[in-house]
């Protein structure tokens, strides 16, 4: 049964124009990541949300946003996508946060995304 | 801030041959550790997790990993690979209390030869 949810699994956008991820999950889990990872490289943390509280990564560009608008479905939203955005972009969920245990991660299977 | 090195970029093994993947982390103190596998153009699936206590860690699909604080190291391995384990694999520390805080290893590729 899929426990994290991406939808699509490939996403094509043009230079510019604004795109939107989404990601749902079925474990009821508090805490919701977005993590960007280029080619042959390793998975980078972008943000996440621990309820509705956002919590940025210091170094995530402004182009980046992101909106949960219920415990099930987080969005990730590249306002401007560029050349150099093209990733794949994982969602990742974890039960809480203050427990080792329950802070482990699991990811969905990604979304592609493809800048012309 | 914390950082896990894995010094294999790329590695080949024979089916029914053992396994041994590196990772080496940097950190004041004993960190939270986790192996991740990535199939490819899939997401990142936990093998196992290493929070405290037995230092020799079992995971899913007959893996295993052992934290040795001397060396800073938690290396994963398997007795015998099948051709079905050819993934991206994936080492990830993260601070203790703060498991949320995840920084990954730049990844080894495992290839299977027949």
């Known amino acids: 049964d899929a426990m994290v949810i991406q939808n699509p699994r490939y996403q094509v956008t043009q230079f510019g124009k604004p795109v939107t991820l989404s990601c749902s999950q079925t474990l009821n889990h508090n805490v919701m990541y977005w993590y960007q990872q280029k080619s042959s490289q390793a998975p980078k943390l972008l943000f996440h949300y621990y309820d509705k509280d956002f919590n940025n990564e210091a170094d995530t560009p402004d182009n980046f946003q992101s909106r949960r608008p219920n415990t099930s479905f987080c969005f990730l939203d590249i306002r401007s996508p560029g050349l150099g955005d093209a990733a794949m972009y994982l969602c990742?969920?974890?039960?809480?946060?203050?427990?080792?245990?329950?802070?482990?991660?699991?990811f969905g299977p990604g979304t592609r995304l493809l800048v012309l | 801030a914390q950082s896990v090195t894995q010094p294999d970029i790329h590695i080949t093994v024979s089916e029914g041959a053992s396994l041994e993947l590196r990772c080496n982390y940097s950190y004041g103190a004993t960190p939270y550790l986790f192996w991740y596998v990535q199939s490819p153009g899939q997401g990142l699936q936990l093998l196992l997790k290493y929070f405290s206590g037995d230092t020799l860690v079992q995971g899913i699909k007959g893996f295993e990993a052992e934290f040795k604080r001397s060396q800073s190291s938690f290396n994963l391995r398997k007795p015998s690979v099948h051709w079905r384990a050819a993934a991206e694999y994936f080492c990830a520390v993260a601070p203790t209390g703060t498991a949320s805080k995840l920084t990954f290893g730049t990844g080894t590729r495992l290839q299977v030869t027949l």
């Open positions: 990742a969920t974890s039960r809480a946060r203050g427990e080792a245990i329950q802070e482990t991660q699991y």
